[in-house]
């Protein structure tokens, strides 16, 4: 699996936009980049995900760059509920063998002031 | 609708014994995949299963088992624990074919904390 560069952690105020960053240098052109986070005392939660171009949902907006060795998880406005790790993972569409398989980093410790 | 739901929620074991961990995914999700995580690290891989079938398994040994059943519910078995098996287990479930399944979202649960003495 390609890997992924976190920063260990990161910190923001509340209400204030949060852009976590994601290196992917070795990525492959079947990869998808999947976003999860993980709140204190919970199993990991999906976020987003995509290929190439920029996505919105609910929840976050993920920016891929043009040549897609890196890509940004951005919170429009945090929340102290936005406080939990983040995990940048490829995930390759093709599928195979790693179907069912994720593979996490050491993820990015986002901590949110009030 | 019910998320992926886990039990036990806590487990004390002792080294050298066994332990049956189990998960019920989410309605209509036919895969099933189990992780580890120990503390301070992320969750490692250890099996998926798909329509009963072993479709993935990570770097784990042999001590490590899992099953699925018509259900779609699976069970996670660990003998002759050791003191580096303490650790939060989760499951996740998917929906979605084999084919599909790389970009389909894994639904986690809460996990089972395992401790071993």
């Known amino acids: 699996d390609a890997k992924t560069t976190q920063p260990n952690s990161m910190e923001s105020n509340e209400e204030e936009p949060v852009h976590l960053p994601c290196n992917h240098s070795?990525?492959?052109?079947?990869?998808?980049i999947h976003w999860y986070r993980q709140l204190p005392s919970q199993g990991p939660e999906y976020v987003i995900h995509g290929l190439t171009s920029n996505v919105n949902n609910r929840m976050a907006s993920l920016a891929i760059a043009e040549d897609r060795k890196s890509s940004t998880l951005i919170l429009h406005r945090a929340t102290l509920r936005d406080a939990a790790v983040y995990y940048c993972i490829l995930r390759d569409l093709a599928g195979g063998t790693s179907y069912g398989k994720l593979t996490f980093g050491q993820g990015t410790i986002l901590t949110v002031h009030p | 609708d019910a998320g992926v739901t886990q039990s036990p929620t806590h487990l004390i074991k002792t080294r050298g014994q066994h332990v049956t961990l189990r998960c019920s995914p989410i309605s209509g999700h036919k895969s099933v995949s189990w992780y580890q995580q120990v503390l301070g690290q992320g969750p490692q891989f250890i099996f998926q299963y798909y329509e009963k079938e072993e479709r993935g398994r990570g770097n784990f040994p042999d001590r490590f088992s899992a099953r699925q059943f018509p259900n779609y519910s699976s069970e996670l078995n660990v003998n002759a624990l050791l003191l580096g098996d303490s650790a939060l287990y989760l499951c996740?479930?998917?929906?979605?074919?084999?084919?599909?399944?790389?970009?389909?979202?894994?639904?986690f649960g809460d996990g089972t904390r395992l401790s071993i003495l």
């Open positions: 070795t990525i492959s052109g079947t990869d998808y």
């Open positions: 996740a479930s998917s929906s979605g074919t084999a084919k599909m399944g790389s970009n389909q979202p894994q639904h």
